[in-house]
């Protein structure tokens, strides 16, 4: 079915021409007819979404954890070391996986639950819609944690799954029922568990572990637990007994998530459907604990980002291309050969001639965008990121990091936190991760845990100049509207 433009619409250009509205839905006529035939020679697309799942996996080098399915499907496919987020709060990066736009011109600046409720724009076309408009039949399970569902509709969505989003196993296993009884068309399946999102605070005990949807048996999942002496713990988090035992109960909850990820493996052979589909994988941002989600330093920036695909030439490969995940949506419709909105191209673009390549020109480049979490936490940041030099543009800079609920009460956090200002968390003191400069500028080939602030330095003026002028040109491009910042203060 065809919408054709309200002429009423208050859309990205609302100013454009009715003559330039009424070319596009029959460019789109003439696409669709020329198209080819719904199912034939298309595959089909599996995203995974995880849930504030870091980089922590064993194929990104981390020998204390235990992802074989991962692992198996990065051997089959091309992993990228370079993915990021372009922003790194739940229900906002969603919408942009969903869009690829950023959410400073989406309008999902933050959460959507609650008292948070924040709104995609109403003339906002989302991959799902798009998919369906090309002949793919659509279907979500999982936390979906974007709005209006009328913006994000899917063709079908699976509920009644035993556990919840925590059971990742039986999440696949349900997929199973309308795999094997789908329509004939290709189908792009969006699949989003809740591991490993913080859950259960215990602030009385702070040497205990506070939840990531353990102590509890799940339906098909076996238990795997991990010592604390035996995690490894990044150089952002403190060293501490508590930080370990928080460590170890988040890889309990990643092993549990990586066996979903097998048993949907399992589920798409059974089906006979696995070389007919692309699988991607990754999570909505970095890991949940201070200095990663909510932040765009790069614990927080950085995320997994797997893809295996049946019609790649080589597998095990291992690309450096710099992708984030505003770029998914393109890539999705390039496979999916579905046609995007007239201007999406200006926002992100697709990764699709990136795939079995290991060091692809042209990918060496990203941008960030961060306004909301929670309500409460404004907190504005704009990011350019390049192989070496990143910038981070504070705006709010004079407030103190606001902290969602989850991160404020998090253990880790707490006992640092309450030794002091001038306390050690991982390689900042407490005081300079609650207070920010406007502008943070890092070396990263000098300084990967982004601890030495350059943008005072004289001896990077030219250079704070220059990723200055691209953060503001990428804001006037993107529509950002955060760019009169620039102009009036």
């Keep these: 079915m065809i ?4 002429n009423n619409r208050v859309g990205p250009n609302p100013g454009a021409p009715r003559l330039r509205r009424w070319i596009s839905a029959g460019a789109l006529l003439l696409t669709i007819a020329i198209s080819p035939a719904f199912g034939e020679e298309r595959q089909n ?3 995974i979404v995880a849930d504030d799942h870091g980089t922590d996996l064993g194929c990104y080098g981390n020998p204390a954890i235990e992802t074989p399915n991962l692992d198996r499907l990065a051997e089959e496919g091309t992993r990228f070391t370079h993915a990021f987020c372009t922003t790194a709060s739940c229900s906002a990066s969603r919408s942009v996986i969903l869009t690829g736009m950023h959410n400073h011109r989406n309008g999902q600046f933050g959460h959507t639950h609650s008292h948070h409720d924040f709104d995609t724009h109403d003339w906002v076309e989302s991959l799902p819609v798009l998919l369906s408009r090309g002949g793919y039949e659509t279907v979500s399970i999982g936390k979906f944690h974007v709005q209006p569902k009328s913006i994000y509709q899917f063709d079908a969505r699976i509920g009644g799954n035993p556990g919840g989003g925590r059971n990742p196993v039986t999440m696949a296993e349900r997929c199973r029922e309308w795999l094997s009884d789908r329509p004939e068309k290709p189908f792009f399946l969006y699949f989003c568990t809740n591991d490993p999102h913080r859950g259960g605070f215990r602030n009385d005990l702070p040497h205990q572990p506070n939840g990531f949807g353990n102590g509890r048996d799940y339906q098909g999942v076996k238990q795997t637990t991990f010592k604390p002496e035996e995690v490894k713990v990044p150089p952002f ?6 930080c370990r035992a ?6 309990q909850s990643v092993a549990r998530l990586d066996q979903g990820v097998g048993r949907l493996v399992k589920v798409l052979k059974d089906t006979g459907l696995y070389d007919e589909t692309v699988i991607i994988y990754t999570s909505d941002h970095g890991i949940a604990f201070p200095g990663g989600k909510t932040n765009l330093y790069e614990p927080g920036m950085r995320v997994p980002m797997i893809v295996r695909s049946p019609e790649a030439e080589q597998q095990g490969v291992v690309t450096d291309a710099m992708v984030s995940l505003r770029d998914l949506t393109p890539t999705i419709l390039d496979i999916a050969n579905a046609d995007g909105p007239d201007d999406y191209k200006l926002y992100s673009r697709s990764f699709l001639g990136a795939l079995g390549k290991s060091s692809p020109e042209g990918w060496s480049e990203v941008f960030a965008s961060h306004t909301f979490h929670e309500v409460t936490m404004y907190y504005p940041m704009r990011v350019v990121r390049g192989r070496r030099y990143k910038l981070i543009w504070n705006m709010a800079h004079d407030l103190p990091f606001p902290f969602a609920s989850d991160l404020w009460a998090a253990p880790t956090w707490q006992v640092q936190y309450n030794k002091g200002m001038d306390a050690m968390y991982g390689k900042r003191t407490v005081r300079r991760y609650i207070h920010r400069p406007e502008f943070e500028l890092f070396d990263l080939k000098k300084d990967p845990h982004e601890t030495v602030n350059l943008a005072d330095s004289p001896n ?7 990723l200055k002028k691209k953060l503001h040109a990428f804001q006037k491009r993107t529509d950002d509207p955060w760019e009169l910042k620039w102009r009036y203060e």
């Design 3 to 6: 919408c054709w433009p309200d």
């Design 45 to 47: 697309v599996v995203l």
């Design 237 to 242: 988090l403190p060293d501490t007994p508590t």
């Design 246 to 251: 928080e460590l170890a109960q988040y890889y």
């Design 460 to 466: 990077h003026r030219q250079r704070l100049k220059q």
